[in-house]
Antibody, heavy 122, light 107 residues
Framework: EVQLVESGGGLVKPGGSLRLSCAAS????????MTWVRQAPGKGLEWVSS????????YYADSVKGRFTISRDNAKNSLYLQMNSLRAEDTAVYFC???????????????WGQGTLVTVSS | DIQMTQSPSSLSASVGDRVTITCQAS??????LNWYQQKPGKAPNLLIY???NLETGVPSRFSGSGSGTDFTFTISSLQPEDIATYYC?????????FGQGTKLEIK
């Protein structure tokens, strides 16, 4: 059974940093692109960042470029999102999601974690 | 960037009704479109991929159609468990983008 479990969310002051993790199981993690999607309270879904299975590509939304860094450790079946210079508008539930097809390019997200809440407030 | 516009933003329908949601892309995206269902407090769930393909395990009352800039998502006979917010998502170009969502309620 495919499982994605996010962790690392919490309350952080503006300008602070946080590192999110997503632990994957039930599939060959190293074969799939992975993505972070966020959802501000009461709002819609926003794509944040994607990384290919072998680091051949990394993409960011303009809203986080230069502040967030996506990474993965295929040996640990884990995805990460390092978030620096956090702003109030980064407050959201952050979901990790798997691409539907192996070796695909962050197109279709078939499995999602339950999400982890990041609150940026003084 | 490609903008995705869904309509309506909210919809109230009765059990057994046929429900249709539309999604319009600001540029031609071929059939590079997915539909997701999100129930309150839960993660999104993939229903339709490549505009018209039903994801494994998804009930056949859900369907999708369209190509280019205009897409349609249909529930043929609304069930109580279909109460959720529905999102379209394009993957023709970066940044990937979602529609603003359509909140479906039971009348």
């Amino acid at each position: 059974e495919v499982q994605l479990v996010e962790s690392g969310g919490g309350l952080v002051k503006p300008g602070g940093s946080l590192r999110l993790s997503c632990a994957a199981s039930g599939f060959t993690f190293s074969s799939y692109s992975m993505t972070w999607v966020r959802q501000a309270p009461g709002k819609g879904l926003e794509w944040v960042s994607s990384i290919s299975s072998t680091y051949s590509y990394i993409y960011y939304a303009d809203s986080v470029k230069g502040r967030f860094t996506i990474s993965r450790d295929n040996a640990k079946n884990s995805l990460y999102l390092q978030m620096n210079s956090l702003r109030a508008e980064d407050t959201a539930v952050y979901f990790c999601a798997r691409d539907r097809a192996a070796f695909s390019a962050a197109k279709t997200f078939d499995y999602w974690g339950q999400g982890t809440l990041v609150t940026v407030s003084s | 960037d490609i903008q995705m516009t869904q309509s309506p933003s909210s919809l109230s329908a009765s059990v057994g009704d046929r429900v249709t949601i539309t999604c319009q892309a600001s540029h031609d995206i071929s059939n590079y479109l997915n539909w997701y269902q999100q129930k309150p407090g839960k993660a999104p769930n993939l229903l339709i991929y490549d505009a018209s393909n039903l994801e494994t395990g998804v009930p056949s009352r859900f369907s999708g159609s369209g190509s280019g800039t205009d897409f349609t998502f249909t529930i043929s006979s609304l069930q109580p468990e279909d109460i959720a917010t529905y999102y379209c998502q394009q993957y023709d170009n970066l940044p990937r983008s979602f529609g603003q969502g359509t909140k479906l309620e039971i009348k």
